[in-house]
């Protein structure tokens, strides 16, 4: 059961890495297979699995309070750690504070989850979606422009320029219209059904795929005590936290234990390295979400050895 779960998905990062490096797709190419699979494959997938479901089968609050707390809880350290003592301005700090306390649960949780449990891999994720564009995203974004010399918007603009953004975000949408479906029970009609659920099949392979393309060309040029602190909140403290917070604060599924735990254990998202490179911390950002990238699978590719062996 372990190597059907691992060797696919080190064999898809694998076949990623190697198309671009041995110049078969360009990283471009990959970027905008990443891109189809984030805009239109996994919303599709988030919506046709949720709107299949009825409402208790896809709202755990205990689940959904408990990895809030966590991802705020590291967040905040992060915040004060790197604001105080590794000295980053208000916009730096809030960006990079992301790297603590978010995980890739869009591309790389999905995929994994969905080789592990099936269909409640949507569930699973997609709870943990609504925390991180709802509540994390928009935090970091308002943050860091209130901290932006650049921009002098007052707090009133910043929040709705924040809120439209996430309103376009393809990922959000899909999720939200999946739950609101739920809650209706509006069910979709069989022939949109099946073209979604064929769409939402390429999201995991296309992710992992992409993610393996999107390492080509990243180095470690800023190895150091602030991203090492970075690579072991995410991946050993969240993953921890978030184990014996599910464990003793909740009465969850000893799956959704585990599924819960995988996520926050898993590499810092793409949208980390993005929001680097928009505020001028593209080595501070890509160097850790490397370090991150490959421990991530480690500590995943131990946790799926010890529970689903």
């Not at 299949?52 to 966590?70: A, E, M």
């Not at 709870?127 to 974004?141: D, F, K, N, R």
């Not at 992409?210 to 060309?217: H, P, Q, R, S």
Request: a neutral charge.
């Amino acid at each position: 059961m372990v190597f059907e779960v691992i060797g696919p998905i080190f064999f898809l990062l694998a076949l990623g890495y190697l198309s671009v490096k041995c110049s078969l797709l360009s990283k471009e190419q990959v970027g905008t297979i990443g891109a189809f699979v984030i805009k239109i494959a996994l919303p599709a997938l988030f919506f046709q699995s949720l709107a299949s479901k009825d409402l208790h089968q896809i709202w755990y609050p205990g689940y959904f309070f408990v990895y809030t707390g966590v991802t705020f809880l590291l967040y905040g350290m992060a915040y004060w750690l790197l604001s105080t003592h590794f000295k980053n301005n208000m916009s730096q700090t809030a960006v990079l504070s992301l790297g603590a306390g978010m995980s890739n649960t869009g591309l790389i949780g999905t995929a994994v989850l969905s080789l592990l449990v099936g269909q409640n891999a949507m569930t699973y994720t997609s709870l943990i979606v609504i925390i991180e564009s709802v509540l994390l995203i928009p935090t970091v974004l308002v943050l860091a422009q209130l901290g932006s010399s650049q921009q002098k918007a007052n707090i009133g603009d910043i929040i709705k320029n924040t809120l439209l953004t996430l309103l376009k975000n393809p990922l959000f949408a899909g999720v939200m219209l999946g739950i609101g479906f739920a809650i209706f029970q509006i069910r979709l009609p069989h022939q949109i059904n099946d073209v979604l659920a064929m769409l939402g099949q390429t999201a995991s392979p296309l992710a992992l795929f992409a993610i393996g393309g999107g390492i080509v060309g990243m180095s470690l040029k800023y190895v150091n005590a602030q991203s090492f602190y970075l690579v072991i909140s995410s991946n050993l403290v969240m993953p921890l936290l978030t184990y014996f917070g599910l464990r003793y604060l909740t009465d969850v599924s000893q799956e959704m234990l585990y599924a819960g735990t995988i996520i926050a254990a898993l590499p810092m998202p793409t949208i980390f390295a993005m929001l680097g490179q928009v505020y001028g911390l593209n080595e501070k950002t890509l160097t850790p979400l490397l370090m991150s990238t490959i421990l991530g699978f480690v500590v995943t590719g131990v946790l799926i050895s010890l529970w689903w062996a």
